[in-house]
């Protein structure tokens, strides 16, 4: 017996329906739980851009809300130490291979990075992936790097003429890299006494 | 009509093999077996959703009428996807880190669809699920083979990462075969992916035909 459209489509949304019942509630028992990993995650990796011995204050609760050179708006995490602000950390972003990447960068008060790490990427597992400190040690080397060293036209990988090694297959992941954390000491740069200034 | 669980179990496994002998899911396959921890990764997640999968088709197989079951079965493989995807990230996070990347990329595997449509519908539960299990490990079999084969001629390593994804018990199958950079670059860029399988199906098939078995054809085998 050939049945009608309408059973069909009723069968249909009963199970849109139904399935769709399913997700929301799996999403409200799971958001918190969620969102408090996004939390950890993003105070352990400020632990890593940010060396404690710098500061006594909580910098994730420190923050400003600044905008970047795109228009962008970021939080600044500030280290403060005896009232005055001894680093700063805040996200930027690159472009890689499969969209867009985002890091964690530390400065200090004098302009030089104190540690970069990797929040998300989409970049291909085995290739582009080496930009993990769990990875390899690549993000590593820019620690205690400025803008003037080296100096800011060395800021490339070495096939664009810079001085950061590429990766073995893998050209478009650093290079974006790079990318992003010279935009980041050009905002610092930019920004310096708003980002250093006590309010 | 008797199930045989044995025969779910070597078609899954080997005979009827999602990768070497029906050449399913051939996207995740090229692009997540750059080493053989990635495949390893992937093929589990993807055993998980086919299960699950499985399992709720054949539940609900006497509802689903063959004018909407596509649309249903898509439903339900993505469903499960964002299930996996929400739960593992919520209360595995340490796991999510390693597999996260590679969830949401089931989706697009035709494996779980196929096996829907030409198991799942027409069977009952429990062999739909053990179907979905042993297809799934199927997968991960041939998926970690052809990372292996990737891996160990691309970067020289075998297991890399492991115990990232695994746990650090699993540091020992942590292996460097060759001499760091012997590694030749291809294979681990996509053509490395279509020579790996190439030389993996025909390796399958000279197995199967020394074993006189025949070349095992394509195709969903009635249980």
Redesign the interface.
């Known amino acids: 017996m050939k ?1 009608g459209a309408l ?3 009723f ?2 949304g009963v ?2 329906l139904g ?1 769709g019942l ?2 929301a509630l ?2 409200l ?2 958001k918190d ?2 969102a408090a ?1 996004a939390m ?1 995650d993003r105070q352990s990796s400020l632990g890593q851009v940010i060396p404690t011995a710098i500061h006594d204050n909580n910098p994730v609760l420190d923050r400003l809300t600044m905008q970047d050179a795109n228009g962008r708006e970021i939080t600044v995490y500030r280290a403060l130490k005896g009232g005055k602000v001894t680093g700063v950390a805040y996200e930027v972003f690159g472009t890689g291979y499969a969209g867009q990447m985002k890091f964690m960068l530390g400065v200090d008060d004098q302009g030089r990075a104190l540690g970069v790490r990797v929040l998300s990427h ?1 970049e ?4 582009g992936d080496k930009i993990e400190v ?2 390899g040690d690549w993000i590593l080397q820019f620690t205690g790097l400025s803008l003037g060293n080296p100096p800011v036209d060395k800021w490339k990988v070495k096939k664009d003429g810079g001085r950061f090694d590429q990766f ?2 893998a050209t478009i992941t650093p290079r974006g890299a790079v990318a992003a954390i010279r935009g980041g000491l050009e905002f610092f740069a930019k920004h310096q006494a708003q980002l250093l200034g006590v309010n | 009509m008797a199930t045989s669980y044995n025969r779910i179990v070597r078609d899954g496994l080997w005979d009827n093999n999602g990768v070497l002998a029906m050449l399913l899911g051939m996207c995740p396959t090229m692009a997540m077996t750059t080493s053989a921890t990635n495949g390893l990764g992937m093929g589990l997640a993807t055993a998980v959703v086919m299960a699950a999968s499985n399992l709720m088709v054949a539940a609900f197989r006497n509802y689903i009428t063959r004018e909407v079951r596509i649309p249903v079965y898509i439903l339900i493989v993505a469903a499960n996807v964002t299930f996996v995807d929400l739960v593992m990230n919520a209360w595995m996070h340490e796991l999510y880190k390693v597999l996260g990347l590679f969830i949401p990329l089931i989706v697009s595997n035709c494996l779980p669809l196929a096996r829907l449509e030409s198991f799942a519908s027409k069977e009952p539960i429990i062999p739909s699920l053990m179907d979905g299990i042993f297809m799934g490990l199927g997968f991960t079999l041939s998926l970690t083979m052809i990372g292996a084969v990737r891996e160990i001629i691309g970067s020289g390593t075998l297991f890399a990462d492991a115990s990232l994804l695994l746990g650090p018990a699993f540091k020992f199958l942590e292996t460097q075969v060759l001499a760091e950079d012997m590694g030749v670059l291809m294979m681990i860029l996509p053509p490395g992916g279509f020579l790996a399988t190439g030389l993996l199906i025909v390796a399958k098939r000279m197995l199967d035909v020394r074993a006189g078995k025949g070349i095992q054809m394509a195709g969903a085998h009635s249980v």
Do not use: S, V
């Not at chain 1, 291909?124 to 290739?127: A, E, F, S």
């Open positions: 049945q059973t069909h489509a069968i249909l199970f849109c399935f399913a997700l799996t999403d028992a799971t739980a969620i990993r950890e989409k291909t597992p085995g290739l769990k990875k073995t297959g």
